[in-house]
């Protein structure tokens, strides 16, 4: 199994800039990718970023934050991050770490962080 640990959330004015981490343990070998979804209040959780983990570093993002977030990782620390910069009020979210155990499909993840709350104040 792996397990997921996200941090770096907060409040943060709009224009503004954080970066989150997500540091994952277990049996990391076994993951395929890794990325980012969140929650907004009332809302289904999204889809918002994600990497391949093993064997390249090809990323994927949804057209709302294309040339606002970045995600990166560090394998030797197991670690995926997301840098999140000209944020936007409607970044507001609960943002969830997640990984996929079972194959390629970024959509679908089997493992999930306890999230970490993102406020953008307008």
């Known amino acids: 199994q792996v397990q997921l640990v996200e941090s770096g959330g907060g409040l943060v004015q709009a224009g503004g800039s954080l970066r989150l981490s997500c540091a994952a343990s277990g049996r990391t070998f076994s993951i395929y990718s890794m990325g980012w979804f969140r929650q907004a209040p009332g809302k289904e959780r999204e889809f918002v970023t994600a990497i391949s983990w093993n064997g390249g570093s090809s990323t994927y993002y949804t057209d709302s934050v294309k040339g606002r977030f970045t995600i990166s990782k560090d394998n030797a620390k197991n670690t995926v991050y997301l840098q999140m910069n000209s944020l936007k009020p409607e970044d507001t979210a609960v943002y969830y770490c997640?990984?996929?155990?079972?194959?390629?499909?970024?959509?679908?993840?089997?493992?999930w962080g306890q999230g970490t709350q993102v406020t953008v104040s307008s």
């Open positions: 997640a990984a996929n155990t079972r194959d390629y499909n970024l959509y679908t993840p089997t493992t």
